[in-house]
């Protein structure tokens, strides 16, 4: 029977934020973004760290870091960091347990599902590099005032949304994630893994009612 398997990315299939590393390696490069990103820091960094207004902080260091380009100039750029990734001139790597996991999925023939809260062309890019047979999801951009800002952000709730709209349901059998702000889409799951081990992560997931959740050390 084909089962859907439901993976986060960032903190997940890889050990660090792909968003965060590409934004960061278009602004350094350019001595106007950076000193533009450093203006703003202060602001949009917290925004960014507290869930109601990630979307607006992440916004801006977007913008920041994707001004003048043109939609192909903005998949190219991610297709450049995507190279760079593979040819491992990056800090980002996939996680081996991770790859391991997905792998199984894919070998027994279930559906797997990326879902992000990184851009889809992003997203997109880095995944293809793996080779595997998966559907990514991601967050929505569009142009703004002559670069590029979030559109649909695919965190939380979201997240199952987009995999409604995709055609996936409501519920899926195998949910994976480092972060409990993806507690939508582990509640939706029959197992739900948070890819944190030890008894912290267990104790988490029994005060968000998990009961049949398990923690994973990836």
Not at 37 to 61: D, E, H, K, N, W
Not at 126 to 147: A, E, F, I
Request: aromatic letters at 6%; a positive charge; hydrophobic letters at 50%.
């Amino acid at each position: 029977m084909t089962m859907l398997a439901v993976f986060d990315m960032d903190g997940t299939l890889l050990n660090g934020d792909s968003t965060a590393l590409w934004l960061w390696e278009r602004v350094k490069r350019s001595p106007a973004r950076l000193l533009a990103t450093l203006a703003v820091a202060l602001v949009a960094i917290p925004m960014v760290a507290v869930p109601f207004t990630r979307r607006v902080g992440a916004s801006i260091l977007l913008w920041i870091a994707t001004a003048g380009l043109s939609e192909e100039q903005l998949l190219g750029s991610c297709e450049e960091f995507a190279r760079t990734f593979a040819e491992e001139r990056q800090k980002l790597t996939w996680k081996p347990r991770a790859l391991a996991a997905l792998d199984s999925h894919v070998a027994a023939g279930d559906r797997v599902v990326v879902v992000t809260a990184a851009p889809t062309c992003l997203a997109n890019a880095l995944l293809r590099t793996l080779g595997r047979d998966v559907q990514v999801l991601g967050t929505s951009l569009k142009p703004g005032l002559g670069g590029w800002i979030a559109n649909i952000h695919c965190r939380n709730q979201r997240k199952c949304q987009a995999l409604a709209e995709a055609g996936h349901g409501a519920r899926w059998a195998y949910a994976y994630t480092d972060s409990l702000d993806d507690l939508p889409i582990l509640r939706a799951a029959d197992k739900p893994v948070i890819v944190k081990g030890g008894k912290a992560a267990e104790r988490r997931l029994f005060r968000a009612g998990l009961q049949n959740g398990r923690a994973a050390a990836w």
